[in-house]
């Protein structure tokens, strides 16, 4: 299958800083972007969505100003966790997905373990 | 909305018995349905998906899922699990025209040598 790469895999921040995650696709141009978040021993919690070019559009709840989704190439999405506090520790994900529709399959980076101390 | 439930948070069986993981699912029309699983640490690979037609479908990693409407249920199944199947595995649905899936909360399959 198609490959997404997503760096850093873990990053530790002091609380106050923001940190940025890339998520590229390897081999294959992303049209569309996922960024999810799971919690310990909890499910995915989809964030957003990015299509390229586009702005992002965010799950209900989620803050768009402390989440800045960034997706301005086919290749690279980024998300950047503004002014990160503590309970933004987490597990991200993304996933990325060539064409329009579940007919394509959307393939998901390995994940960034994100703590902030 | 759809949503998706697994009734089963933890699951342990002997390595080489049968696996059966539950998914029930809740959407007005008939939905996508997927099978991912994630090894600790990592991100998602799908297993297996259904989209329309034969309701068994075949995965890899020598999964099965079985479609039933009037259950609104695609579980999961392997007729020989191997200690490499260790993993939480995600049910999840996605809805026609839409571009979103939406994730049960996992089923942590742990392997008894």
């Known amino acids: 299958g198609a490959v997404v790469s997503q760096h850093p895999s873990r990053v530790i921040c002091k609380s106050g800083t923001s940190v940025k995650i890339e998520c590229r696709s390897l081999d294959f141009q992303a049209t569309t972007m996922f960024w999810y978040r799971q919690f310990p021993k909890k499910s995915l919690m989809l964030m957003a969505t990015?299509?390229?070019?586009?702005?992002?559009?965010?799950e209900q709840g989620v803050e768009k100003d402390k989440f800045l989704i960034n997706h301005a190439s086919l290749t690279l999405s980024t998300l950047t966790v503004t002014s990160a506090h503590p309970e933004d520790s987490s597990f991200y994900i993304c996933?990325?997905?060539?064409?329009?529709?579940?007919?394509?399959?959307?393939?998901f980076g390995q994940g960034t373990r994100l703590t902030v101390v | 909305a759809q949503s998706v439930t697994q009734p089963d948070i933890h699951i342990t069986v002997s390595e080489g018995a049968s696996l059966e993981l539950r998914c029930n699912y809740s959407y007005g029309a008939t939905p996508y349905l997927f099978w991912y699983v994630q090894s600790p640490g990592q991100g998602l690979q799908l297993l297996l998906k259904y989209f329309s037609g034969d309701t068994l479908v075949q995965g890899i990693k020598g999964f099965e899922a079985e479609f039933k409407r009037s259950q609104s249920s695609f579980n999961l199944r392997k007729p020989s699990v191997h200690w490499s199947d260790a993993a939480e595995y995600f049910c999840?649905?996605?809805?026609?025209?839409?571009?979103?899936?939406?994730f049960g909360q996992g089923t942590r399959l742990t392997i008894n040598p």
């Open positions: 990015s299509n390229e070019g586009s702005k992002a559009t965010y």
């Open positions: 999840a649905v996605g809805a026609a025209g839409a571009q979103k899936l939406v």
């Open positions: 996933s990325a997905r060539g064409g329009q529709g579940f007919n394509t399959e959307a393939f």
